[in-house]
Each structure stands twice: as structure tokens, then as C-alpha cells.
């Protein structure tokens, strides 16, 4: 049976809520990610049964979880947000893997505390599309927040003038924290839960810092330098990929370097600067040839949250990491067969 760790979200109140999904009615296995629960080595535990189906559509079951939903902020085309968090996810908690500890969280589990609009559903294709796009990028070997499962429900939601089952997949990643995470906390003036959320992410995410740090860089530093190096490297692998994000706010930038929340993201046949993923992005802010820019612009607000820890000469120097990583990556991928 799946064993479920409290998650991390739990260690301080401002970072999360507690909050139980809301029950599909009817639910239905639509996909089942065996290649994943092979990868992490967890056949013992995943069994894609009755009771595993409960849990995941948030009906009564006998698998002990204590959900929450994560609160953060972040900058939204540019603006910044103090107030944001899960309006339709919550982390059912954490699993111990071939690969180290992974988070578990509900996508499309009705409404949270963070909820400000809708009944915090989502449809079936939507959760395909997650599914679906983000097998698409581990076969191209591209970091990414991975899906374990799609289930459906009997309940239709109106979208686009037609009705569609609603739907929760059920997403996986070592942390779902994003960089809006570190602004909530800077924002708050919470010292405290800040070096939590920053204790969390070195062991989640780079332990190796830990066991051997830099002698010429602080704790913290080290760890800012790593987010801006593997943010770099994910865009280039974004860029060579012909991979779109279309909704590139902070509080959507992963601070593990993965590829997270697909909702409008796309894989281009062929390459267009210019192209734009998402209908609200009107002024292209987030176009396949912007990303990069807008990458290490999301690196230059993360550098003003770890402000108060890190030296700026110190900050400043991991910010000129940025454009050097990116550019050897894309090096690195051009003495291979482009993909595109």
C-alpha cells in the first residue's frame, strides 16, 4: 500500500493549507504511468487498484494522506502578485523513490483557500495534455514534473461552449516549489520560513551542495547559483526542443529546473520566434523566442529574495552564470541531430 510522508508545505502555515480534494463522482482510470512507476521503483507500493483510485479522485479511502494546498506569489506578466497558491491542485504528500523523495499532488481537485474563481476543475483534455506533453519531454530528456495517472469523473464541465468530464491527473516532482514560493516568503518579511523553503529545495533538490559545499560562497549562495544554472539549461533544452511554456510567471518557474504546469504549453513542429502559446499572452511577452529573456529576467526578481542572505556581488555573479550556461547547452545540443 502507498505510503504517503507528510509534505513539505506542512512546516510552516504560511506556506500552505491544509485542504481535502473535492470527490469525483464516478471516477475512472484513464491512464496509468507504468513506465514511471517502474523508473522510481515503486511497484510495491503503486498498485493501480480500487483503493489507489479513491485516494487519487478524493474519495474516502484507507490510504492515510493529509493534503494541502501551497501558497506562494509571484509576477504575472511582469506584475507582481502578493497573493496567490493552488486554486485547483493540492499536494497529497511525499513518497521515498529509486530517486530520492517525490512529492504527489492532485491536479483538478476542486476548490482550495486559494481559489479565487471557478470550482477548481479540470477537464479531461486538460489533463491529457499534461499527461501526455510531459512524457513527451522526458523522451527528449528534458526536466520535467512528471504524471502518474489521468482519472475521470461522471461530472461535466462547460468549457468552450461544449461539455467535457471532469478530470484529475495526478502529477509528480521532487518539489513543486517555484520561485513564487521565495517571493511569498520575502514578502512577508518571514525569515523563518523562508530558510525552511530553502533547507527543503538543498534537500530535495541538491543534496550534493550540501555534502560539498564552496568554500568561497555561503550556504545560500550556492544554492541561488544552482536555480539560475539549471533554470539556463532548461530553457536552452526548451529552445532546441521547440518547446513553448506560454505562461512563463514566476510563480510557474520551478526552482528544481523542471518543466511545470503545461496548462498552455506546446511543442512546435517548427521553429517562430514569434510564436505565442497562450490566448491571454496578447502582447507576446512569453513568445518561443522571448523565453530566455523572460527566464533570466524570473532569475532577476528570485536574486532580489535572496537578498537579505547572499551578498549582491555574490547574487550578481551567478546572474552572468546565466547566459554562459545557456549558451553551451545549445552547444552542446547542435553536435547532436537537431530535433527540430
Keep these: 500500500m502507498l505510503r504517503l510522508q507528510t509534505p513539505f508545505a506542512d512546516t510552516d502555515h504560511e506556506l500552505s493549507q491544509p485542504c481535502a480534494p473535492t470527490p469525483l463522482l464516478d471516477p475512472q482510470w484513464v491512464r496509468q504511468n507504468t513506465t514511471l512507476v517502474h523508473a522510481l521503483k515503486l511497484e510495491h507500493?503503486?498498485?493501480?487498484?480500487?483503493?489507489?483510485?479513491?485516494?487519487?479522485?478524493?474519495?474516502?479511502?484507507?490510504?492515510?494522506?493529509?493534503?494541502?494546498?501551497?501558497?506562494?506569489?509571484?509576477?504575472?506578466?511582469?506584475?507582481?502578485?502578493?497573493?496567490?497558491?493552488?486554486?485547483?491542485?493540492?499536494?497529497?504528500?511525499?513518497?521515498?523513490?529509486?530517486?530520492?523523495?517525490?512529492?504527489?499532488?492532485?491536479?483538478?481537485?476542486?476548490?482550495?483557500?486559494?481559489t479565487f474563481q471557478g470550482n477548481g476543475r479540470a477537464t479531461l483534455s486538460e489533463c491529457l495534455h499534461e499527461y501526455e506533453l510531459s512524457e513527451q519531454l522526458e523522451q527528449l530528456g528534458i526536466a520535467t514534473t512528471r504524471c502518474l495517472a489521468v482519472i475521470k469523473g461522471s461530472e461535466q464541465l462547460l468549457t468552450g461552449g461544449r461539455t467535457e468530464s471532469a478530470a484529475i491527473v495526478v502529477r509528480m516532482a521532487p518539489t513543486f516549489v517555484r520561485f513564487g514560493s521565495f517571493e511569498a516568503c520575502y514578502f512577508r518579511n518571514n525569515d523563518a520560513a523562508f530558510r525552511k523553503l530553502a533547507d527543503h529545495v538543498f534537500e530535495r533538490c541538491f543534496p550534493d551542495l550540501l555534502r560539498d559545499p564552496d568554500e568561497h560562497t555561503t550556504r545560500y549562495g550556492a544554492l541561488f547559483d544552482a536555480m539560475v544554472k539549471h533554470t539556463a539549461r532548461l530553457i536552452a533544452d526548451w529552445h532546441h526542443a521547440g518547446f513553448v511554456h506560454g505562461m512563463m510567471n514566476t510563480d510557474n518557474q520551478s526552482v528544481a529546473g523542471l518543466t511545470l504546469d503545461l496548462?498552455?504549453?506546446?511543442?512546435?513542429?517548427?521553429?517562430?520566434?514569434?510564436?505565442?502559446?497562450?490566448?491571454?499572452?496578447?502582447?507576446?511577452?512569453?513568445?518561443?523566442?522571448?523565453?530566455?529573456?523572460?527566464?533570466?529576467?524570473?532569475?532577476?526578481?528570485?536574486?532580489?529574495?535572496?537578498?537579505?542572505?547572499?551578498?549582491?556581488?555574490?547574487?550578481?555573479?551567478s546572474l552572468r552564470h546565466f547566459e554562459s550556461i545557456y549558451l553551451e547547452t545549445l552547444t552542446e545540443w547542435s553536435r547532436e541531430t537537431p530535433i527540430i
Design 45 to 114: 507500493d503503486v498498485h493501480f487498484n480500487d483503493n489507489l483510485l479513491a485516494l487519487f479522485s478524493g474519495n474516502p479511502t484507507s490510504i492515510p494522506s493529509s493534503p494541502v494546498a501551497m501558497a506562494y506569489a509571484g509576477h504575472q506578466f511582469g506584475r507582481f502578485n502578493p497573493f496567490l497558491g493552488d486554486g485547483r491542485s493540492v499536494v497529497l504528500g511525499s513518497v521515498s523513490t529509486a530517486k530520492g523523495i517525490w512529492d504527489i499532488a492532485l491536479k483538478g481537485s476542486g476548490v482550495t483557500p486559494f
Design 263 to 317: 496548462g498552455s504549453a506546446q511543442l512546435l513542429t517548427k521553429p517562430d520566434p514569434m510564436f505565442i502559446a497562450s490566448q491571454v499572452d496578447t502582447k507576446g511577452r512569453y513568445a518561443f523566442g522571448e523565453q530566455a529573456a523572460v527566464g533570466l529576467w524570473n532569475c532577476n526578481v528570485l536574486a532580489r529574495t535572496f537578498s537579505d542572505l547572499v551578498p549582491k556581488a555574490d547574487l550578481i555573479k
